[in-house]
């Protein structure tokens, strides 16, 4: 219905924000992220929009985006059965955008569950195997030693999850364990070494 509103942000809370567009006031419900990005009120705002209707209730909500990106995730996450919108939100409010494209591809499900109050273990799970062919191809470009670290739990020891979180940043399972060899310490010092490793070359 709309694609965006801008105008004066007369107001916003830890759950929405309002907008002054032509004299009108819309709400726009949007995560933490989206929030923190526009501002005070009294400037300008600006907000990606998803319109929300629900015949059953009667109800109609407005959420509002910073970027497409956001809106695109968010059309993504609501699109899994059984997901709504407010969960969609909450769940953007905590995730990034790069750590959930890492929690689908690796089937980190349990720390989407833990990072959305409300949704629990089998929703969780619902969204990784729903989206995960739409996540295929996603570029991990962006994602840090510290997402794939705090993200990524996959192995039965240090080193193994080191050699997984360094295969999520894009290096290969040959050239991880290369670069780790036989070293010891905790998940989070040998991906530091890992990736001194392999910038020497």
């Known amino acids: 219905m709309f694609y965006y509103i801008s105008g004066e942000l007369v107001l916003k809370t830890d759950s929405f924000a309002v907008i002054d567009a032509g004299g009108v006031g819309y709400r726009l419900f949007a995560s933490t992220k989206t929030l923190e990005a526009l501002g005070d009120a009294g400037g300008f ?16 909500d407005m959420y509002g985006f910073a970027t497409m990106e956001e809106l695109n995730l968010f059309e993504m996450i609501i699109g899994v059965s059984r997901v709504g919108a407010k969960t969609a939100i909450a769940l953007l409010s905590n995730i990034s955008p790069s750590k959930f494209a890492l929690c689908v591809v690796t089937n980190d499900y349990k720390y989407i569950a833990s990072k959305t109050p409300g949704l629990g273990a089998k929703g969780a799970e619902r969204i990784v195997l729903e989206l995960k062919d739409k996540f295929r191809d996603a570029d991990l470009g962006d994602v840090t030693a510290d997402d794939a670290i705090e993200v990524y739990h996959g192995g039965t020891s240090e080193l193994e999850e080191a050699v997984n979180a360094l295969v999520v940043l894009g290096y290969s399972p040959a050239e991880a364990k290369r670069a780790l060899g036989n070293e010891k310490g905790s998940v989070e010092e040998l991906v530091k070494i890992g990736l001194k490793n392999l910038m020497k070359g």
């Open 45 to 60: 705002a600006k907000l990606y929009t998803y319109s929300n209707f629900k015949a059953s209730s009667d109800t109609f």
